[in-house]
């Protein structure tokens, strides 16, 4: 059926009562990433959050707070239509990984960032012409601290010597590889007081998807520990908790000394060890000489947001 007999059929109408045009409907990749990779990218996150909030609070000499959201996957030519024109972005190549990334900021932030830079408030403008040389310079340091950031994030998995080139703002002059190769994309919410906007990372899905597999040990390949980049190197805070229980604000008013509180974790059940703060692995809790130990028994059964 024609779009013209689709729409003689059954005809949308807007709030005012006028038939609507008919959009064409594009289907999104579909995900190829695994619970654990996600774990994994999410403890990146956390720590892109910390390295590049602090980063960009000195670079713009303002407060600059950072939450990560939801990581997408894009084919190159979704990503590239769905940024309106203009828009600042940067080409990223993460050596030994393989392909082009891209790293993107909401045209209105980066207006914010270059007037702070100039010594104003830092207020957001409407552009609608590409960014101006001098603007391009002053925001092709931000962006290389974003990928530098994110290399050390990722150091987790893979150890990377980041590279941001052709920064960009016309949409014609940035495609970098077929419009079908996907990408994971690590997207971020910033405010800087007095502006806000989005960042996002998207970095070749092929070859991030083969560090995530090896490091999460869900690559069907033998995978030794050194395949991981500099995982033996990387610090992390580890805990084991028991699961969360909701307890009544007037209950824990009134606790007195030998008063004892039920958790709701049966004796049986193991306990949920975390990683940076996100449920990792399930384990059972026990000693080793004169130490308190425990012995992993399985993958986490915990939500990831705490709580079964």
């Not at 059954?10 to 008919?22: A, E, N, Q, S, T």
């Not at 891209?102 to 590409?130: C, F, H, Q, S, Y």
């Not at 590889?177 to 989005?198: N, Q, W």
């Not at 990372?201 to 092929?206: D, G, K, N």
């Amino acid at each position: 059926m024609t779009a013209l007999a689709a729409q003689s059929t059954v005809v949308p109408l807007g709030r005012d009562g006028k038939p609507k045009p008919l959009r064409r409907f594009r289907l999104r990749p579909a995900s190829t990433l695994k619970d654990e990779h996600e774990q994994v990218l999410a403890l990146v996150g956390q720590s892109f959050c910390r390295l590049f909030g602090a980063d960009m609070s000195t670079f713009v000499r303002s407060d600059v707070d950072i939450d990560m959201v939801p990581v997408q996957q894009w084919s190159w030519d979704d990503l590239l239509n769905a940024l309106p024109e203009p828009y600042c972005a940067a080409r990223l190549v993460m050596p030994p990984m393989v392909g082009t990334g891209l790293i993107t900021l909401d045209m209105a932030l980066a207006t914010a960032v270059v007037e702070k830079l100039l010594g104003g408030a830092g207020k957001p403008t409407e552009r609608r012409e590409p960014l101006t040389d001098v603007e391009v310079t002053l925001l092709s340091e931000l962006h290389q601290h974003a990928a530098e950031d994110m290399a050390e994030a990722l150091s987790l998995v893979v150890a990377t010597k980041p590279l941001t080139s052709r920064q960009e703002s016309r949409l014609e002059l940035i495609r970098a590889a077929p419009g079908r190769s996907l990408l994971v994309a690590l997207e971020f919410d910033i405010d800087m007081k007095t502006a806000s906007g989005h960042l996002r990372i998207a970095i070749p899905a092929e070859a991030l998807l083969a560090k995530l597999e090896a490091f999460a040990g869900t690559s069907t390949s033998t995978a030794t520990v050194s395949d991981t980049g500099r995982l033996p190197l990387c610090e992390v805070e580890a805990a084991v908790r028991f699961n969360d229980t909701p307890v009544r604000s007037q209950r824990l008013v009134e606790l007195s000394p030998g008063d004892v509180i039920t958790l709701g974790h049966p004796t049986t059940s193991p306990l949920t060890l975390y990683v940076g703060g996100m449920p990792f692995l399930s384990v059972l809790a026990g000693r080793r000489g004169a130490f308190k130990a425990f012995a992993v028994v399985g993958p986490c059964t915990q939500n990831r947001r705490g709580g079964q």
